[in-house]
């Protein structure tokens, strides 16, 4: 499997908006990407506007997938402006 982490901070004043867009991103994802396995979203306990997302995806070409797609798009572009910083990274999860 392909597992990608992402942390956000986010503009506190654009929170709610942010959250009601990664709440129809990570829905969209696991509804039409059927590579899309897992898209777990998670808010840090102490500081609200920081995000982190657990992505599992049958592998690299199905995230690349997930990157051209046009809700990913969306989503990008709509979110972008309200992004303070942001980090990627990629994981290979082996088998047991």
Avoid at 13 to 36: G, H, I, V, W, Y
Avoid at 38 to 60: G, I, T
Wanted: aromatic share 14%; proline share 3%; charged share 25%.
């Amino acid at each position: 499997m392909f597992i990608v982490t992402v942390t956000f901070e986010v503009s506190p004043p654009q929170l709610q908006a942010f959250r009601d867009a990664m709440q129809t991103q990570a829905k969209n994802s696991l509804e039409l990407e059927a590579e899309c396995h897992q898209f777990d979203v998670c808010y840090d306990s102490v500081d609200s506007a920081k995000c982190f997302l657990y992505e599992k995806y049958a592998d690299r070409a199905a995230f690349d997938k997930h990157l051209a797609s046009d809700h990913f798009k969306q989503f990008d572009l709509t979110v972008g402006p309200w992004i303070v910083s942001k980090s990627v990274q990629t994981w290979i999860q082996e088998s047991a």
